[in-house]
């Protein structure tokens, strides 16, 4: 399987990516996605991939999806102007607010989508992995929602430093597992769910969080999650009078930075920069920039991008974000890297929570340990890019983070200078 | 001849001694890598054919077991590499065709062409890749055949009657029919609806059916054998290993 | 001071209430409200007074207040249909979502138009109080976006049992002064924050967290959240076809109530319900229903109904929500139930909880310990009156409350006989 | 006679004595009520008019000293009426004339017709109400003076001359000037530029002013007297009586 483009292959794959033609009916986007899977979980793919090509942009779901987004949700999110910030970077910073979702990231656009196909599909149960817990929170919310039983698969690293997200889960009535195999983060609880899908795979749907696994699964995250695009050029135009000049998310698995990025794809004028864990440094095993330092391989289900080492053994990652501490990446990352249309770049562990702090000290928003990897270079790139136009994906608030950040000292002033 | 024609072949050698085929699972370099080969020797004077696991960090199809063993290979520091190694110092002294079982990522930073050519000259007749689907398998597939080497598809008791020929015409050395909805290791004991199952798959098949998943005992054994050319005992095999006891003294009583 | 009105009296000042005349120019909603201040105070007040009179309906404060609110706390908020909880109680609930605004409570509105009007005062820093945090974690956010320091007292029981709101206060740049004194929470708190104004007068801005207090705060505070009424009317209108037959929303020192209530004073079909604090029994102490138990008194700047033994010294409360557990009452509050506007009830701590999971469960969502006493009433009431339209006020979201829940047992399966 | 002029009265004898006038505060029945006769008559002999606290559950204009006492108080049973009724049993036998500082809130249970009778009886001569600025007070003022009962009115250094007026004609008794902004019971001592204000303050009124708030020893008493009638000594007080000190001889020693 190739992974290196010519110039020709690439500038055409991006125009099919702008055109909307990506995945291709084998569920690729250029070299990379796909579906690996064991032959027992064949037929369910099938279903879904039927189930979603009946339903997902029919009117009658789009009008189901819609309503929840707006009712339930609380969609539009509102786009924050960021003056405070603003002076003190020298551009102009605009905020995405996911924050502000129900359950509060923007986790639950998909968890509500998917909890509505899989109703439609006939499940009679639910499973979910999380990392952060912000996809488990909001899955758990979305079944109670439509009615479903809810089982979250969970690492016992993460159960730990995101506490209170699992009392969450627990109130809304999902059933929580504690995942010890593996690296008991977010990579092992996805091999847990599907192992748990491969024994039941005809009455459990598969709630994935992110714009990663098989075939359909890239692509139907991207399409759920891409409203957040839609409504952030709309009302960036709308409140700034234009397109921003650079738009930063952060990358895990990739579903806020996809959904943002998607509508802005064929701006061509408009940067985009994805920004993954840099952890504590550039080692192996010590950060998770996985299209950053990552090479081709076949991880859960999608050839794309993967941290492993040189015998495709996957390797561990570090970050103080529970939500991007994930050795692979969503499939459409990888070609949007490879046909040059998206940047990625890492954030350091330190710089996370400096941004974080600068965040909270001049707009008052608690932004998710994720997310702060976003303004972190936001912040470096605007030292470059004075008077310019930017736009952050504000993915995920900072509450469940409390445990995390109660064990660094709040810093009393910030050091504007640093 | 094919080196997967050899599987076939010993398959039917068994048959022809009026029992099922048996093929022994174990983790390549489990427990102990040094142990490797005297355990594989060992096994495969009892087993038909023998199936070796390559340990991948993320065996998502196998049960705690596998995963266990696969983990425990991993850092004594079995690779494919390694694997292939021990097995050229081996050459000549292993009684039974050997089938190798591997995530698809191990053989892809391997690299398909060398893995084809390694397979052929170690006795790696054919290759089982929990994780590839048959539409995603053209690439090694190719690779494979140009060596001779099988790539050995899967089926379940949820495979379609369509789907079932297309994989079964696609298999080399054994059609693999997985017995029971899940993953390896399970404790649930095979099916009650098995015999119709095992037999729709037979009929599909111009290959040998060989049956895997669940089977613990030498009643399981039977009981696939009367619908199927052979066995397959995975995650058993490597409980005795786990608790050190003697792998050969186990399958001789299963046979 | 009367507080009993004959019944033209009661007439007379609901029409000026729904006129828009109360308070009147010495504060009084009727015989309540009023300004018992030190007179240390006096001066603070009359600037304040003076500033509002100036600012406040201002084109340029209302816009830059609208500004914020859409741009930064993320209003307008949903209106939320609630299928399953409608099917359940046999009545069409709907939810107004305060859970969804920045910070996850009514609070932040009130917060960043005291906040703004701080600024225009030329406020150097600013104190508040807070009983379940959230007017603290509101005060503090708002504080960082206008760029103020801000100061929040707390009782050192509140602290304990809503510690996820200390930690956010200090992640948001603001100093939590724990309260030891009195009853060690909301009010003891007030008290507080009280005594640090009398000292600093001059450069201190209070914000002051409900619509409590001497005039012109429980004004004020209304009309800071008065937005929640105003959106809730025109969204039920536009989704549901027509006003609700009866709105609920939890009383604690009354703001959000007073939010939502105001707007719907004027259509007299619509009753309206305040639900406060019903603890652990009817006894002396053992409940916060001020409304529903208490005689008229002056308590912390106001004359309004105040739970207090025959003396005039104000009595312990309890209550397992911090936000309700507060011995006085707005003033405004007073007046509603004197001329039979509204009505008050309370919810016990048991139903308040048992509300709480059957909303998680039904509807995913985690709503406030406060909020969850609007439902409980709201799920009475709906037994006698099947088919109704219904709508509750969702103050908060329940997050901050993890600490108190996670002590008690999740029910795994609710009783809906029950 | 007026209840409220022998305050006045009071303070001019001192004054013609040729020193300030001492009004000394404790908490009524602090620390302990059935030492609370006893020990205002003590204080009576030494204090020209001496001011009894009602203990309030929100004392919002106290520090922690008062504030100490008065939660001591409300827990020893110390009510305005159990006040009243010590008070009466020592009608008579106390020195000087008496000031109730109380908030508003037991006063208003307590009901402002009844309170003005039973001031007079017991030699309450007027009240000080800290959370009852002058426009709220029409009502109680109203009441007292059917009974000859003052209300005394504070000023602060941040009233402005206007208000001031108004606070100083409306005051019966003294004026009282508060010397700092904030809460009884500070550490800072007086502010430097106390002696402008206080004399402004004296300008103003027709009736002596008396300075509280922040006086705890004798040069702070000979201090505000250089330019008012009298000195207001509160929480040094109390905080003698929470050591269990005397406080006769403290108050000996701030003459
Ligand atoms: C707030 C937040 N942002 C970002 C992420 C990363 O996920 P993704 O890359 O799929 O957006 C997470 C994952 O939990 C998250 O909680
Ligand atoms: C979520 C929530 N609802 C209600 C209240 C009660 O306050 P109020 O009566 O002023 O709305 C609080 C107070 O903290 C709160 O946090």
């Known amino acids: ?418 | 001849m094919q080196a997967h024609e050899n599987i076939t072949a010993a398959i039917a050698a068994a048959n022809k001694d009026g029992r099922p085929a048996l093929i022994p699972f174990i983790t390549a370099g489990y427990p102990q890598p040094d142990e490797f080969i005297a355990t594989l020797k060992s096994i495969a004077e009892i087993g038909d054919v023998v199936e070796l696991g390559v340990p991948f960090s993320d065996p998502m199809a196998d049960g705690m077991t596998i995963q266990r063993s696969s983990f425990v290979a991993i850092q004594n520091g079995v690779t494919l590499t390694w694997i292939f190694e021990q097995l050229d110092k081996a050459i000549g002294s292993i009684d039974a065709p050997l089938v190798m079982m591997s995530y698809l990522n191990p053989l892809l930073a391997f690299g398909y062409e060398k893995l084809a050519k390694r397979a052929r000259e170690t006795g790696v007749c054919a290759f089982i890749v929990p994780d590839l689907p048959y539409e995603e398998s053209e690439e090694i597939r190719t690779a494979l055949d140009a060596e001779g080497v099988g790539l050995i598809q899967l089926v379940t008791p949820a495979t379609p009657d369509g789907r079932l020929k297309t994989l079964a015409d696609a298999s080399r050395g054994f059609l693999y029919a997985v017995t029971i909805t899940g993953i390896t290791g399970g404790d649930d004991g095979l099916p009650a609806d098995l015999a119709d199952y095992l037999q729709r798959v037979s009929a599909a098949s111009q290959l040998p059916v060989c049956a895997g998943f669940g089977i613990r005992a030498a009643t399981d054994v039977a009981n696939v054998g009367e619908h199927t050319a052979g066995a397959i005992v995975g995650s058993a095999l490597v409980e005795v290993l786990e608790r050190g006891d003697d792998p050969a003294e186990f399958l001789r009583g299963l046979r």
Chains 1, 3 share one sequence.
């Open chain 1, 1 to 418: 399987m190739k992974a290196v483009l010519n110039t020709g292959e690439a500038q055409a794959l991006l125009q099919a990516s702008i055109d909307g033609e990506l995945p291709d009916e084998r569920g690729r986007f250029g070299p990379f996605g796909g579906r690996y899977v064991p032959e027992t979980l064949v037929p369910a793919f099938e279903r879904l991939e039927k189930g979603i090509a009946e339903h997902l942009h029919s009117e009658d779901f789009q009008k189901e999806f819609r309503a929840q987004l707006r009712g339930w949700v609380g969609r539009p999110t509102a786009l924050t102007f960021a003056p405070r910030l603003s002076e003190r970077w020298g551009t102009e910073v605009w905020l995405k607010r996911e924050d502000l979702a129900h359950t509060g990231a923007h986790k639950i656009n998909n968890a509500i989508g998917q909890a509505l196909l899989a109703k439609r599909l006939g499940a009679k149960r639910i499973i979910a992995e999380t990392g952060a817990g912000q996809h488990g929170v909001a899955s758990a919310a979305a079944c109670a929602r439509v009615g479903l039983p809810c089982r979250v698969y969970m690492g016992a690293v993460d159960i730990k430093r995101q506490a209170p997200n699992v009392d969450r889960m627990h109130r809304l009535g999902a059933e929580v597992i504690p995942v010890e195999t593996g690296d008991k983060t977010l990579r092992a609880a996805i091999d847990e769910a599907m192992r748990e899908w491969v024994a039941d795979p005809a009455g459990t749907y598969y709630l994935i969080g992110s714009a990663v696994g098989p075939h359909p699964y890239p692509y139907l995250v991207r399409e759920l999650q891409l409203v957040i695009g839609q409504e952030a050029r709309a009302q960036i135009i709308e409140y700034a009078g234009g397109l921003p000049d650079v738009a930063f998310a952060c990358v895990g698995g990739g579903s806020n930075a996809i959904g943002l990025f998607y509508p802005l794809l064929g701006d061509s004028d408009v940067e985009l920069i994805g920004v993954e864990a840099g952890g504590i440094g550039d080692g192996l095993g010590e950060n998770a920039a996985t299209l950053a330092t990552g090479t081709p391989g076949v991880l859960q289900g999608s050839y794309s991008i993967v941290l492993q080492d040189e015998h495709g053994n996957v390797r561990e990652t570090q970050s103080i974000s529970a939500g991007l501490d994930y050795s692979g990446v969503g499939p459409e990352h990888a070609l949007l890297q490879a046909v040059g249309r998206v940047t990625y770049v890492g954030a350091r562990d330190d710089e996370a929570l400096q941004a974080l702090e600068e965040l909270c000290e001049t707009e008052g928003i608690l932004t998710a340990l994720e997310t702060a990897h976003a303004y972190a270079a936001a912040k470096r790139w605007s030292k470059d890019n004075p008077g310019k136009r930017v736009l952050i994906g504000n993915s995920g608030r900072g509450d469940k983070d409390m445990p995390t950040l109660s064990r660094l000292p709040v810093r009393t002033k910030y050091d504007a200078s640093a």
